[in-house]
Each structure stands twice: as structure tokens, then as C-alpha cells.
């Protein structure tokens, strides 16, 4: 079965320069989440999209934002990186329908930021 | 989301049963009990969820007491891939068109044993 897609699997950036993680939902998946897991630390949700609108909000800072496209995947842009935006970063995507909205998570894309 | 409570850690041995539980005193009457895992840095993978029935699946088993106060996930023939990070998480089913982030607590640390 098709899983969530996420480009790329492995970012290296520097201090202060800006990254672009991509999220490919599962296919008749409306919703798109975005989580960051830094080392040692649990999954923290940070944003969701719900056909193509923003939906809930979590911890995310104002340094990052995102969007989903009319094709449903989804973009997390990041500024001004840290040291401390080094983390993996997982997207999740849920099916559209009433009866359900199931996670499923993606791979993830590690960010190490020097 | 109800709190949810999770024994740090766990072993089991290879080919018996893994009875995780999972403490949700709080809960709400449409909140259902969802379990997720994460093997190493993977992402996390959604397991089982139900509502106040006992439900299974290919992977699991959910049992959740009649005052659904608390649950126990069963995995009835561990194996060592089934070593990971298990997760209780407590939140609506489905919240009407919105997309709710998951809140992930500590989990439960599972180490099957040869």
C-alpha cells in the first residue's frame, strides 16, 4: 500500500540559512499534520492542514510556516535555522470521511543544522 | 485530550504475550484510545484504536475496561521487531473536519527478549 513520501530523507544546513521539507500524502488523503521529534525527545505536533486550509496549531515558531497545495502535499519552510531545529521531522496524513481521521505517519527527514 | 499514564518500560520475552497498559481516568465520553509505536527513529506507526469495545486487528489486540478508565494493548505473539516506543493517546475519533494534532506522551519503552 502507498505510504506518506517525505523529500528529502536527509538535510544539512547551516546555522541561519532557510530549509524546505516536502510531505506526499497518502493518495484520498485530505489532511496533512506536521511533528518534530528533537534527540531524546517524544513526537511534538507543530501543524495541520485540512484541504488545503490551516487547520490546528501547535508549538511551532514563527521562524517556520507552512502550506498545503491543491495536490494536497504539503511544504514546511524554516528560517533563521538554530542549532536546536536539528530534529527529525515527521508528516502524518488522514483520510477524508466522517468516520475516521487515522494518522499515518511518513518516514520522516532528519535536519542537522551546524 | 484526556492525560494519559504509561509504565516507563517493559520487557517481555520472544513468543509470549506483551500486555501494555495504559492509565486514561480523565477521558471523555467521545474521546477514543488510540495506540501508536515507534521503532527506532522510524516514524510512528498507528497500531489499533477503539471507542468502549474490545477491538483487534492483524497486529493487536485493545482491551478497555467498562468505565474506559483504562486500556491494555495486546500484542499476542511478541517478536523482536515488536521492540519500540508504545504509545496511549487519548483524543476525539474524528473532529468533524478538523485535524487535530496527536499529543504524545512518555510511552512505553518495550523490549522483547530472546
Not at chain 1, 532557510?18 to 485530505?30: E, G, N, S
Not at chain 1, 485540512?50 to 504539503?74: C, L, N, T, V, W
Request: charged share 20%; proline share 6%; net charge negative.
Amino acid at each position: 500500500a502507498a505510504g506518506v513520501i517525505q523529500s528529502p530523507r536527509h538535510l544539512i544546513k547551516e546555522k541561519r540559512e532557510t530549509a524546505t521539507l516536502k510531505c506526499y500524502p497518502i493518495p484520498r488523503h485530505d489532511t496533512v499534520y506536521w511533528y518534530q521529534q528533537g534527540p531524546g525527545q517524544d513526537p511534538q505536533f507543530l501543524i495541520s492542514f485540512y484541504e488545503k486550509m490551516q487547520s490546528d496549531k501547535g508549538s511551532i515558531p514563527d521562524r517556520f510556516s507552512a502550506q498545503q497545495f491543491s495536490d494536497y502535499h504539503s511544504e514546511l519552510n524554516m528560517s533563521s535555522l538554530e542549532l536546536g531545529d536539528s530534529a527529525l521531522y515527521f508528516c502524518a496524513s488522514s483520510p477524508e470521511g466522517p468516520t475516521t481521521d487515522t494518522q499515518y505517519f511518513g518516514p520522516g527527514t532528519r535536519l542537522t543544522v551546524l | 485530550d484526556a492525560k494519559t499514564t504509561q509504565p516507563t518500560s517493559m520487557d517481555c520475552a520472544e513468543g509470549r504475550a506483551a500486555n501494555l497498559p495504559c492509565n486514561h481516568s480523565t477521558i471523555s465520553g467521545n474521546e477514543y484510545v488510540y495506540w501508536y509505536r515507534q521503532i527506532h527513529s522510524q516514524g510512528p506507526q498507528y497500531i489499533i484504536h477503539g471507542l468502549k469495545n474490545n477491538e483487534t486487528n492483524e497486529m493487536a489486540s485493545l482491551i478497555i475496561t467498562e468505565d474506559r478508565k483504562s486500556s491494555t494493548l495486546i500484542l499476542p505473539h511478541a517478536t523482536l521487531r515488536d521492540t519500540a516506543v508504545y504509545y496511549c493517546i487519548v483524543r476525539v475519533g474524528y473532529s468533524g473536519g478538523g485535524a487535530d494534532g496527536l499529543t504524545f506522551g512518555k510511552g512505553t519503552h518495550l523490549i522483547i527478549q530472546p
